[in-house]
């Protein structure tokens, strides 16, 4: 089973900031990794596909970046919608693995 | 865009089985090429990948889970279910059902339910 380490676990923020979150998977998934972002009592929506990829309607200020073992998630110009806890997938191989999740709290 | 409903019983009890429902709704719902998808989140937890569910009849399951899960598809009703036997107290959790795109080695989830919290518990 493949783990995916995310960090941090969480960090505090403040709006208009840049924030990365790193998503590391313990072999390589070539691509397959994708983001979603769960804000509290909601089901996850879908940032980012194929490492690098926007989502349909997904802000330009969510990005992605990476391959292999080493993924990033970055947010630009951070606003205060974006408290949120951010999740990664991959689903390279069987069985389909999340990160433990990062959590984003807004000062 | 698809809009995905769970539906079934909030509470179940220890040992029985949790029969859940998803219904779909809107934008190519109706599309036979479909591949679905279930996702647990226990309360105040990350989430985990229960098995997916292909237009053809395969079903790929979690091996933690794989002893205790059967998924179907009735596609006259749009509908495709997930039952989880013989569960425990560490069974209660949200449930989601998600769409798929893409393959079993490279798809994701693009939308999901609402999500249904079970609570097992006599």
């Known amino acids: 089973e493949i783990v995916l380490t995310q960090s941090p676990d969480f960090q505090s923020v403040t709006p208009k900031e840049k924030v990365t979150i790193t998503c590391r998977a313990s072999?390589?998934?070539?691509?397959?990794l994708h983001w979603y972002q769960q804000k509290p009592d909601q089901s996850p929506k879908l940032l980012i596909k194929?490492?690098?990829q926007s989502f349909s309607g997904v802000p330009s200020r969510f990005s992605g970046s990476g391959s292999g073992t080493h993924f990033t998630l970055t947010i630009t110009e951070l606003e205060a919608e974006d408290a949120a806890t951010y999740f990664c997938?991959?689903?390279?191989?069987?069985?389909?693995?999340f990160g433990q999740g990062t959590k984003l709290d807004m000062k | 865009q698809l809009q995905l409903q769970e539906s079934g019983p909030g509470l179940v009890k220890p040992s029985e089985t949790l029969s859940l429902t998803c219904s779909v709704f809107?934008?190519?719902?109706?599309?036979?090429?479909?591949?679905r998808g279930w996702i647990r989140q226990p309360p105040g937890k990350g989430l985990e990948w229960i098995g997916s569910?292909?237009?053809?009849?395969?079903?790929y399951y979690n091996p933690s889970l794989k002893s205790r899960v059967t998924m179907s598809a009735d596609m006259s009703k749009n509908q495709f279910s997930l039952k989880l036997s013989s569960v425990t107290a560490a069974d209660t959790a949200v449930y989601y059902c998600?769409?798929?795109?893409?393959?079993?080695?490279?798809?994701?989830?693009?939308?999901w339910g609402q999500g249904m919290l079970v609570t097992v518990s006599s």
């Open positions: 998600a769409t798929v795109q893409g393959d079993i080695l490279t798809g994701y989830f693009d939308y």
């Open positions: 569910l292909y237009h053809t009849g395969s079903t």
């Open positions: 809107g934008g190519s719902s109706r599309n036979n090429n479909y591949f």
């Open positions: 194929y490492a690098s």
């Open positions: 072999q390589s998934i070539g691509n397959s």
């Open positions: 997938l991959q689903s390279s191989s069987l069985p389909w693995t």
